[in-house]
């Protein structure tokens, strides 16, 4: 130790001096990457809140339709019959009719009003290799408690997609979210998840997520899309709204998401963008 203390006692100032500095821009680099994962973090919440009330307003209204539609050919087939149902006298059952389907064309335009205002956001190039690695950071800490081995494989020229990034990088998050639940499942072989990306036919910037799960039956490959739909049966934190939400995204950037064949059990998502 002395002798150490010694040589760098003799060592040239400049050459401390600049390992001081080399540290110090390490630890800046550090804190720079922490406080725009920070606010990647805030901003993606912000937009995955956006889509979540969005989706959940629009499956109402999909849900509400259906009733609405039946009590509106019940109320004209009476009518049809020469019941007058807002006449004196009109029967009871048709009354109570009308005025259930007054409600709930009323809580109807109600929920179109809630509705969020579509926000005009300024699309750029993304580099989808960087919005990959950003999601595996932020998810670390559930993929890290979950005991799940991560394998991404990245294609090294991959072009750019036109997008926002927040948007892009929710997308990718809603997918990984879906893999990490499917291994959460019974009948899960294994605990592993695998990132690809790569460039697709038509050079289409594809990213498949393949997960170790029990799979998805071929019947509800269609149904994991739509709203309040969930394949999951371990717990009751799933709503139902990540694939709805990802497909809308991916419907918005013109492109395509599907559930692929695979040669092992589980299940394979992948989504194709358009490049630049």
């Known amino acids: 130790m002395t002798e150490q203390l010694a040589n760098r006692a003799h060592a040239p100032f400049y050459t401390v001096e600049c390992a001081a500095r080399c540290q110090l821009v390490e630890f800046q680099k550090q804190e720079y990457e922490k406080a725009r994962l920070n606010a990647v973090r805030a901003r993606m919440a912000e937009t995955e809140m956006e889509y979540r009330t969005r989706e959940v307003i629009d499956g109402a209204l999909y849900l509400l339709q259906k009733p609405l539609n039946v009590m509106t050919a019940l109320s004209n087939n009476l009518q049809r019959t020469g019941c007058s149902t807002k006449a004196p006298g009109c029967m009871p059952m048709g009354c109570a009719l009308d005025e259930a389907l007054d409600s709930g064309q009323e809580a109807a335009r109600t929920l179109r009003l809630s509705l969020p205002n579509d926000k005009n956001v300024p699309h750029t190039p993304v580099n989808m290799n960087e919005a990959i690695r950003d999601c595996l950071i932020i998810?670390?800490?559930?993929?890290?408690?979950?005991?799940?081995?991560?394998?991404?494989?990245?294609?090294?020229?991959?072009?750019?997609?036109?997008?926002?990034?927040?948007?892009?990088?929710?997308?990718?998050?809603?997918?990984?979210?879906?893999?990490?639940?499917?291994?959460?499942?019974?009948?899960?072989?294994?605990?592993?998840?695998?990132?690809?990306?790569?460039?697709?036919?038509?050079?289409?910037?594809?990213?498949?997520?393949?997960?170790?799960?029990?799979?998805?039956?071929?019947?509800?490959?269609?149904?994991?899309?739509?709203?309040?739909?969930?394949?999951?049966?371990?717990?009751?934190?799933?709503?139902?709204?990540?694939?709805?939400?990802?497909?809308?995204?991916?419907?918005?950037?013109?492109?395509?998401?599907?559930?692929?064949?695979?040669?092992?059990?589980?299940?394979?998502?992948?989504?194709?963008?358009?490049?630049?």
């Not at 979950?146 to 394998?151: A, C, F, L, P, Q």
């Not at 926002?164 to 291994?183: G, Q, S, W």
């Not at 050079?203 to 394949?231: H, L, N």
């Not at 395509?256 to 695979?262: C, P, Q, Y």
Request: hydrophobic share 45%.
């Open 139 to 276: 998810s670390a800490d559930r993929i890290d408690a979950s005991g799940i081995e991560v394998d991404w494989r990245a294609s090294p020229e991959l072009p750019m997609i036109y997008s926002d990034e927040v948007i892009i990088r929710v997308l990718l998050r809603m997918l990984l979210d879906n893999a990490i639940n499917a291994i959460g499942e019974n009948g899960a072989t294994a605990r592993s998840v695998s990132v690809i990306s790569r460039v697709g036919a038509d050079r289409m910037v594809e990213v498949s997520i393949q997960d170790s799960g029990p799979g998805i039956d071929r019947a509800a490959r269609t149904k994991v899309f739509e709203p309040f739909y969930t394949a999951w049966q371990s717990g009751p934190h799933h709503a139902g709204l990540g694939l709805a939400i990802a497909r809308q995204i991916v419907a918005d950037l013109h492109g395509d998401i599907e559930i692929r064949e695979s040669n092992v059990r589980g299940s394979t998502l992948c989504v194709s963008l358009p490049a630049c």
